[in-house]
């Protein structure tokens, strides 16, 4: 794959691989995609890991799969021919919380990041230098599974462990809009 950026693909509750692929080519057309299916089922949706009630994350299960995440990201860079550090990550909600979670664990597994509507993945955790991390955060002023608050806690979070970043607000909810598409195009054009 060479110098070639690749996609990391990380879809919402109740989503598959398949999700995410047309964003990523809207994106970068040139990039590599590794897209992935969460690994637990709730109730005939896949999830990345386990959640006690909506809008609460198991942490428990975060961190294992979290783990989990890691180690496969580094079998598959070796298995196709990349270096995480080419990685890209592209998360929405569910996606976007274990991708949080990778950055708060690991600062060697991603390039950069856009974080569609995560939630803070664990509190009171020492995070590990991020100054090389980019990363956009899309964000609904109304969004009423990821309050504002919460996004801003994110923000701040990881702008004290060194991260840059740029923060979208919308006001489509939870959802994803064609705006908040168009701003993460114009942050990963700028890269």
Known sequence: MGNTTVFLLLHGTGGDE????QLAKMIDPQAGILSLRGNIN??????FFERKA???????SLKKETD???????????????KTKQLVVLGYSNGANIASSLLF????????????????????????????????IG?????????????????????E??????????????????NELNAASMWYENL
């Not at 709730?42 to 999830?47: D, L």
């Not at 599974?145 to 994110?154: D, R, V």
């Not at 462990?161 to 064609?178: D, E, F, K």
């Open 42 to 47: 709730e109730n005939g949706m896949n999830r």
């Open 68 to 82: 989990k995440l890691f180690e496969f990201l580094n079998a598959a860079a070796a298995h196709y021919g990349f």
């Open 54 to 60: 909506m809008g609460i994350l198991d942490e428990v």
């Open 18 to 21: 398949h999700d995410m692929i």
């Open 161 to 178: 462990a060194g991260a840059s970043i740029t923060t979208y607000w919308g006001n489509n909810g939870h959802s994803l809009s064609q």
């Open 105 to 136: 664990h690991y600062n060697d597994v991603l390039y950069q990041g856009m974080l569609l509507h995560p939630m803070v993945p664990t509190r009171n955790t020492e995070l590990p230098d991020l100054s090389n991390q980019r990363l956009f």
């Open 139 to 159: 964000a609904g002023e109304n969004d009423p599974l990821c309050l504002p608050e919460e996004t801003k806690e994110l923000e701040q979070i990881f702008i």
